[in-house]
Structure formats: structure tokens, C-alpha cells
């Protein structure tokens, strides 16, 4: 059995300044844009600079003007792209070492060098792998993201030729996290995003800064027909003490089911990778409804209990259930939130975080052999189940 903590904080429904906080600290790369030059967001929120400051190998490439459209970021316009070296990385200097941050990579091929070939290739946080990207869509966007502890006080992140076509980048973040969110995360562990899911949205809007102070990416999640999708129009402050800090725009939207007592979803781990990768989930809850009901239910994953006991969202209080202990040893994942026999209401669910815990080598830099202290594959299939 896993063993699960469930985390309880009262708020307060008043307008607080929390999730407006400031960007300080943050460090926003806009890969291939010309040197001095900026972009922002669609939304005005944030601005990238240039990354010739960080890396001077690669060349920077435009995408094919066929693949801009009116919603696509301005960061995935230009990539900047390395057809020499093994090993390219970023310097990332002036950070805090031992704090955490988020560091997230993005990358759109848009057909920028003409070949409209598919791509394959790694990423590393200095010496140690984070994931491999494989790109065979040009119009596709793909996002990878790792929270961590800095051991030095700067970072390297590195895209790895494998032989399977060249590496390149749309965009790189990086973003301070509290010390004590995401208690999972320490000196020798990391932990690696495979999704990160906004659940019963009313629109398809990506949550980010500022409704989120660490810009962490919320994506809109529903299951029509089969859930109902509520929510609220009052503000959620967190509390001091929180351990995700979920934020106020993400847990006024949840899911409940359609004439039914169960939530349900799934994720499948590709046959070819190792069953027993780890992971690590967050399941967010708050309940938008005052009632004299009652909401109670059970958490359990491939049928086996994940909480121990049945679980009741309290109202005005937001509450996360965590593992302790990563789980592993399966290739599908079936998480199953049933009403119990005493329950009126069926189960609610606010948000969903899922991870693959990564172990950390000690060795920070890059000795220049090209060897890489640890190596996991992991392609996965998030789904929903009727």
C-alpha cells in the first residue's frame, strides 16, 4: 500500500494579493531571437530576452511562416538549433544554491530547417538526464519540465545529440520555488512534470503567471459528457503553510461525475520503458459547494487503496493528498475516486499533478566524456476512463 498525507489548510475567501505576486527572480529565454531584442506573451505578462547571453553555439532559425497562427506564443517563432557538438548547454549563473526552482523547456519544430524530419534527442540538467524529446509533428508544441534543488550557485542545461536528428529549443524558464513546496524535492531527488491538469475549466485558457506567482502551467482538463464541470467565482487565498501552493484560479474549477459515484482516470506507461520508473501525484481538492450533504469517498490506484481512509473535502478548505512514498511496479495506472455507501454527493476533484521522481547525481558539470550518470526513458499516455 502506498501510504498517503493529506494536507489541510483553511482560507479565507477575501481578496488577498496572492497569485499577483511579482516576477522576481525569474529567468525568461526566448531561444533564437536576435541579440537585444525581447518578445512577451500573448498575454503581456511576462517578457523574454534574447538568449545569446546564455550559449554562444547554435545558429537561429525562424519557423516556416505557415505554422505562425494569431494564438501561438511569440517565444515559438524562432529556435535556435545545433548542428555541431554533442553536448550544447545553457548557463544559467547568479542563483541561490540549495533552492529550488522549476526550469522548463520548450520546443516547436515548425519545419524551420526545411527538412520536415522527425526529432529525437536529450536534455540534462548538467551531467544528469532529465528527458528525451521526440518531436514528430512540426505543429506540435512540446513542454518539458523539472523542479530541483540547485546544488552550485548556477545551472546548465544541455540538449544531447543521440544521432537521431538535431537538437533544438523554442524557449527556456527558469523560476525560484519556494524551499518548502513540493517536499519531495531534495539534494538527491528531483522531480520530472508529466502533467500538470486544471480540471473542470469553463474555457481552454492555460492558468500561468500571474494567476500563478510561479508560473507553473495549468491545462485545462474535462471529460464531457462524462463529468460535470462547477466552480466558483470566489477568491481562494492560500495559506503560509501550504506545501503546493495551487492557486486560487486552478481550485476554483473541479470535475464531478455524470450519474455516476466515480472519478476516474488513467495513464499508460510505453511497453518499452521500465515499469517500475517512480512517480510521484498531487490531487488537489476544495469544496465550492455549502451544503448539509454529505461528500465522502475512497482513493485507490489499479484497486488497492492510495489513502487508507475515505476522504471528505471540508468547505473553505483546500486540501491535497500526496503519497509518501512514490509508487512504480505497474505499466497502467488506473486512479479511482468512489463515493462511499454513506456519501449523497459524489466525489469532487479540483486538480491533478503527476510526477516521475528522478534521482540526482552529486557531479553538477559536465567532465566532457559525454557520460550520463543516469538514463530512463519515458514516453506516457494520459487518459481519461468513462
Given at each position: 500500500m502506498v501510504l498517503w498525507f493529506v494536507f489541510i489548510a483553511c482560507f479565507l475567501n477575501n481578496a488577498g494579493v496572492n497569485g499577483q505576486g511579482d516576477n522576481t527572480g525569474f529567468v525568461s529565454i526566448d531561444c533564437g531571437l536576435p541579440e537585444k531584442d525581447i518578445s512577451s506573451t500573448l498575454t503581456r505578462t511576462l517578457t523574454y530576452s534574447s538568449d545569446a547571453q546564455f550559449i554562444d553555439a547554435g545558429t537561429n532559425y525562424n519557423i516556416s511562416a505557415e505554422y505562425i497562427t494569431p494564438?501561438?506564443?511569440?517565444?515559438?517563432?524562432?529556435?535556435?538549433?545545433?548542428?555541431?557538438?554533442?553536448?550544447?548547454?545553457?548557463?544559467?549563473?547568479?542563483?541561490?544554491?540549495?533552492?529550488?526552482?522549476?526550469?522548463?523547456?520548450?520546443?516547436m519544430y515548425g519545419n524551420y530547417d526545411g527538412l520536415n524530419k522527425e526529432v529525437v534527442f536529450d536534455l540534462h540538467i548538467g551531467v544528469n538526464y532529465w528527458k528525451t524529446i521526440n518531436i514528430s509533428d512540426p505543429g506540435k508544441t512540446t513542454i518539458a519540465e523539472v523542479i530541483f534543488v540547485?546544488?552550485?550557485?548556477?545551472?546548465?542545461?544541455?540538449?544531447?545529440?543521440?544521432?537521431?536528428?538535431?537538437?533544438?529549443?523554442?524557449?527556456l524558464d527558469l523560476r525560484p520555488i519556494k524551499n518548502h513546496l513540493y517536499p519531495a524535492v531534495n539534494s538527491s531527488q528531483s522531480l520530472v512534470?508529466?502533467?500538470r491538469l486544471n480540471a473542470g475549466p469553463t474555457d481552454t485558457t492555460i492558468i500561468r503567471y500571474p494567476d500563478d506567482p510561479y508560473d507553473r502551467m495549468w491545462e485545462p482538463w474535462s471529460n464531457f459528457p462524462y463529468w460535470n464541470e462547477t466552480n466558483t467565482t470566489s477568491y481562494i487565498q492560500t495559506s503560509p503553510n501550504d506545501l503546493f501552493e495551487a492557486p486560487s484560479a486552478v481550485l476554483q474549477t473541479a470535475v464531478i461525475p455524470v450519474?455516476?459515484?466515480?472519478?476516474?482516470?488513467?495513464?499508460?506507461?510505453?511497453?518499452?520503458?521500465?515499469?517500475?520508473?517512480s512517480y510521484v501525484a498531487n490531487l488537489h481538492f476544495y469544496e465550492l459547494i455549502q451544503t448539509?450533504?454529505?461528500?465522502?469517498?475512497?482513493?485507490?490506484?489499479?484497486?488497492?487503496?492510495?489513502?487508507?481512509?475515505s476522504f471528505s473535502p471540508k468547505y473553505l478548505y483546500q486540501d491535497t493528498i500526496y503519497a509518501l512514498r512514490p509508487i512504480d511496479g505497474?505499466?497502467?495506472?488506473?486512479?479511482?475516486?468512489?463515493?462511499?455507501?454513506?456519501?449523497?454527493?459524489?466525489?469532487?476533484?479540483n486538480a491533478v499533478e503527476l510526477f516521475i521522481l528522478l534521482p540526482v547525481s552529486a557531479v553538477t558539470t559536465d567532465n566532457g566524456d559525454g557520460e550520463v550518470s543516469f538514463y530512463l526513458k519515458h514516453n506516457l499516455i494520459f487518459n481519461f476512463a468513462d
Open positions: 494564438t501561438l506564443s511569440p517565444q515559438y517563432f524562432n529556435v535556435r538549433s545545433f548542428k555541431t557538438g554533442i553536448r550544447n548547454c545553457y548557463t544559467i549563473k547568479y542563483l541561490v544554491a540549495g533552492l529550488k526552482y522549476l526550469v522548463r523547456a520548450t520546443f540547485c546544488p552550485v550557485d548556477y545551472i546548465q542545461v544541455c540538449l544531447v545529440n543521440t544521432g537521431l536528428g538535431i537538437p533544438f529549443i523554442s524557449s512534470l508529466v502533467r450519474n455516476s459515484s466515480e472519478i476516474q482516470f488513467l495513464w499508460f506507461v510505453d511497453p518499452t520503458d521500465d515499469k517500475f520508473i448539509d450533504q454529505k461528500r465522502e469517498f475512497t482513493i485507490t490506484i489499479n484497486d488497492v487503496p492510495w489513502y487508507k481512509h505497474f505499466q497502467l495506472y488506473k486512479v479511482t475516486l468512489a463515493a462511499t455507501v454513506d456519501s449523497t454527493l459524489p466525489p469532487i476533484l
